[in-house]
Nanobody, 114 residues
Framework: QVQLVESGGGSVQPGGSVRLSCAVSERIFSIWALAWYRQAPGKERVLVASITNGGITHYADSVKGRFTISRDDVQRTIYLQMNSLKPEDTAVYYC????????WGQGTQVTVSS
C-alpha cells in the first residue's frame, strides 16, 4: 500500500511563506502525476496544483502565481512552495495522485492569520 506523508504546515501571517513536503513510499512515484489538494473547514477537498512525471505543472486559479509545485524523483518527494499567503489559503493540505485514488494521508494544517 502506498503511503503518503505530508509535512511542513504551520501558522503564518498573511503575506508569509510555507513549504510543504510529501514523501511517497513507493517507486510508482516516478510513474504517476501527483498533486496537492486542500480542504478548508466546511468545504470539499479541491486540487490546488499538480505535476506530471515529465514536470508539467497545473495550478488552480486561486493560487496561480503564488504557489509552486515541484518534485524530486530521487527522494520520492513532492513539494509545494506557498508564497504571499492569504487567510483563504487556510486549510489542511494533502498530496495524492491526480484523481485522488491513493489512500489519503493525514495531511498537514496551514493556518494563515494575523
Amino acid at each position: 500500500q502506498v503511503q503518503l506523508v505530508e509535512s511542513g504546515g504551520g501558522s503564518v501571517q498573511p503575506g508569509g511563506s510555507v513549504r510543504l513536503s510529501c514523501a511517497v513510499s513507493e517507486r510508482i512515484f516516478s510513474i504517476w502525476a501527483l498533486a496537492w489538494y486542500r480542504q478548508a473547514p466546511g468545504k470539499e477537498r479541491v486540487l490546488v496544483a499538480s505535476i506530471t512525471n515529465g514536470g508539467i505543472t497545473h495550478y488552480a486559479d486561486s493560487v496561480k502565481g503564488r504557489f509552486t509545485i515541484s518534485r524530486d524523483d530521487v527522494q520520492r518527494t513532492i513539494y509545494l512552495q506557498m508564497n504571499s499567503l492569504k487567510p483563504e489559503d487556510t486549510a489542511v493540505y494533502y498530496c495524492n495522485a491526480v484523481g485522488g485514488f491513493l489512500t489519503w494521508g493525514q495531511g498537514t494544517q496551514v493556518t494563515v492569520s494575523s
